[in-house]
């Protein structure tokens, strides 16, 4: 399956794509992926993960918004999706700068993801390197992070994403960089968030590095096509979400190399 013919069985299968990503992203990460074709949830009680993960077909981490309760959601969820054989995607947001996030996210990554999207900074320190990270924002070029997600993709057997101007995918035997999007994405808050949500939502619709690659480009053509009606960044929210909509798989083709 090539990476832009995934999002037909997206759309066909309209996947229940289980979210446990923070506060600010809920809205944004929803809309994305039920503009793109799917079916999210944004459940979080620990209460709930036993029943509910097992009956989605796919899973995404995000440790934007960290508590005791959600760790202890995330960890049962990432669990159980390992045990149903459902794919999940973990975002370490800013996991380097507190000593408890660091080690959430070690937990995390140490029951082995499907797929790792983070930017430059968090891939780099991810893998134990130093980088320029401020906050959530990336300090660092998506080139400097290359060689850092090829080593997590050979160590721990995952699809690896740099996000950033143009981002970088790895399964450690095979690489892809996505072109596209506009500068007003970085300005709208949670998108990077909501990427993750639909990379969720194509990893239940195929391959792991097609899936990668695919919402990646998703993401790009849609960026692109809302930046050439937005006005700001509060117009392009409503573009956007519309593109999501209405690209079809032919557009996708072009964005990578």
């Keep these: 399956m090539a990476y832009q013919d995934v999002l037909t069985p997206l759309r066909d299968q309209n996947p229940l794509v289980h979210c446990i990503t923070n506060y600010v992203a809920m809205n944004v990460a929803a809309n994305v992926v ?11 009680a620990p209460e709930e ?13 995000n440790i934007g918004t960290l508590s005791t309760s959600w760790v202890a959601s995330m960890m049962a ?36 993801p499907t797929i790792i999207r983070g930017n430059a900074s968090e891939i780099l320190a991810l893998a134990g390197e130093s980088g320029a990270g401020k906050g959530a924002d990336s300090g660092d070029a998506v080139e400097a992070a290359e060689g ?25 035997s095979q690489s892809a ?11 709208v808050t949670a998108l990077g968030c909501a990427q993750t949500a639909l990379m969720g939502a194509y990893a239940a619709a195929g391959p792991a590095y097609d899936a990668a690659v695919g919402a990646l480009s998703h993401f790009k053509v849609a960026g692109s096509q809302a930046a050439s009606k937005a006005q700001g960044p509060g117009s392009f929210q409503m573009h956007f979400l519309d593109a999501l ?3 079809q798989p032919a557009d996708l083709a072009g964005a990578v190399t």
């Design 148 to 172: 850092a997600a090829q080593n997590l993709a050979e160590k721990y057997g995952a699809v690896i994403a740099v996000t950033g101007p143009t981002d970088f995918v790895t399964d450690g």
């Design 34 to 44: 039920l503009a793109a074709g799917a079916s999210p949830a944004m459940v979080h």
């Design 245 to 247: 909509a209405t690209t």
């Design 77 to 112: 969820a990432a669990q159980l999706a390992n045990d149903n054989k459902i794919p999940w995607v973990f975002d370490p947001v800013a996991h380097f700068v507190s000593g408890y996030r660091k080690a959430v996210a070690q937990d995390l990554l140490a029951l082995r």
């Design 49 to 61: 993960i036993a029943d509910f993960t097992p009956v989605c077909t796919a899973v995404t981490i």
């Design 177 to 187: 960089r996505v072109h596209g999007g506009s500068p007003i994405m970085p300005k």
